[in-house]
């Protein structure tokens, strides 16, 4: 089972070598399929591993949100139709704020008429023009490092402008067993700790990391937490 299987062509695509390249196109990805990567568990293949990692970013968050600060705000970075960010609201205490950003502004337009309560808005991460005025206890990078590879410098300058002072930023990801693109920045789970260490020690602390090296799935699922210095 292949990335670009999955994302139709639009996120990556196959070069004339064969190598893996990024193409992203997420809004003609929404554009055209009406559950990219089946998010909401239409997608046999990969419905079992979802249930499984989102249960992990939700034990990862626990931990965060029972600190004394409190209400807690988090937002979701790459939210897609919005099924994560509902996941975690009907999990996570009343008084913790779950909002959602995608590059999509399709995205963004189906993830508020799916779940209307909660508050998602367009942005683009990996933008050396980002710009947000709110500030968040808590933001979750799901699923969506393969897809900033290239931006990752840009990438973490705009995570720390959207947090809080010692506010947490989770990464919770799949990594392939034979990652085929991107070892060069990042060469899987060991690979995003050492990147870290390296270039963003000086923006963010580790203080938790974990690898399900289980084999139970095609993808190992690993979370990574940092917290902002």
């Known amino acids: 089972m292949s990335e670009e299987h999955i994302s139709k062509d639009f996120v990556f695509t196959r070069g004339s070598g064969g190598e893996l390249q990024f193409v992203g196109d997420f809004e003609g990805l929404y554009l055209q399929e009406s559950d990219p990567w089946g998010q909401t568990g239409s997608d046999e293949r990969l419905k079992a591993y979802y249930a499984f990692s989102r249960k992990n970013l939700l034990t990862a968050l626990q931990g965060v949100t029972g600190e004394p600060q409190q209400p807690r705000q988090i937002l979701e970075i790459g939210c897609g139709l919005g099924c994560v960010a509902q996941y975690l609201r009907e999990r996570l205490p009343p008084a913790v704020g779950v909002s959602g950003m995608d590059i999509s502004p399709t995205a963004v337009r189906k993830a508020s008429e799916r779940y209307p309560a909660l508050d ?15 500030r968040y206890d808590t933001v979750v990078m799901h699923q969506v490092l393969w897809y900033v590879l290239e931006s990752l410098p840009t990438v973490f300058e705009n995570l720390d402008l959207l947090l ?23 060469d899987g789970f060991d690979g995003m700790l050492r990147h870290v260490l390296l270039h963003h ?29």
Request: charged residues 20%.
């Open 120 to 134: 998602f808005f367009q942005g683009d991460i990996a933008s050396g023009g980002f710009s947000r005025p709110e």
């Open 201 to 229: 020690s000086s923006q963010f602390r580790v203080i938790h990391a974990h690898m399900d090296y289980s084999g139970s799935f095609h993808f190992d699922d690993g979370i990574l937490i940092l917290q902002k210095r």
């Open 164 to 186: 809080q002072p010692a506010g947490h930023l989770i990464f919770a990801n799949a990594f392939l067993q034979d990652q085929q693109y991107g070892k060069e920045v990042i």
